[in-house]
């Protein structure tokens, strides 16, 4: 994240907010049997300079998608960790569409730190909030597909 959050534009946080409620996703994902859940902010898109605007005003990462089915070349930003929750922070209020699962998000009490390895494992009431997070995203995304 720029190290002067405060400095962003209030005009391109609620573009952002905008383009990520039509084109972004937020989920949690568990990485292997460890119980290591990972929070992730993406967007793929085929507008290069918009995945780069994200990029430039919240940092991450832009990576090219292979996508078979697509004549196009697609890219994708995304945030991890305590980022993609900055990130989701700082745009939730400019947020239509996926306002709710950023508000599970914000206020799911997940603690972020590193608890990947076995000398320090993720505390059991944070495996349950995670848990807990990811299913009620899912139930989320399912609700605003109906």
């Not at 972004?24 to 780069?52: A, E, M, N």
């Not at 900055?86 to 914000?106: H, N, T």
Request: charged share 20%.
């Amino acid at each position: 994240m720029p190290s002067k959050v405060s400095a962003i534009c209030p005009y391109k946080l609620s573009y952002a907010a905008g383009y990520f409620d039509g084109e972004g996703c937020i989920w949690v994902y568990q990485i292997g049997p460890l119980k290591v859940f990972q929070l992730r902010v993406s967007i793929v898109s085929g507008d290069k300079d918009t995945i780069d605007l994200f990029s430039e005003i919240f940092g991450g990462n832009v990576n090219p998608v292979k996508c078979k089915s697509s004549k196009i070349n697609l890219y994708r930003w995304y945030r991890n960790g305590a980022h993609a929750h900055l990130f989701l922070s700082l745009v939730s209020p400019f947020m239509i569409a996926k306002r709710d699962q950023a508000e599970l998000v914000l206020n799911s009490g997940w603690i972020f730190g590193r608890h990947t390895n076995q000398y320090m494992p993720v505390p059991p009431d944070q495996i349950q909030k995670r848990t807990s997070l990811q299913q009620s995203l899912r139930l989320a995304k399912q609700k605003g597909r109906k």
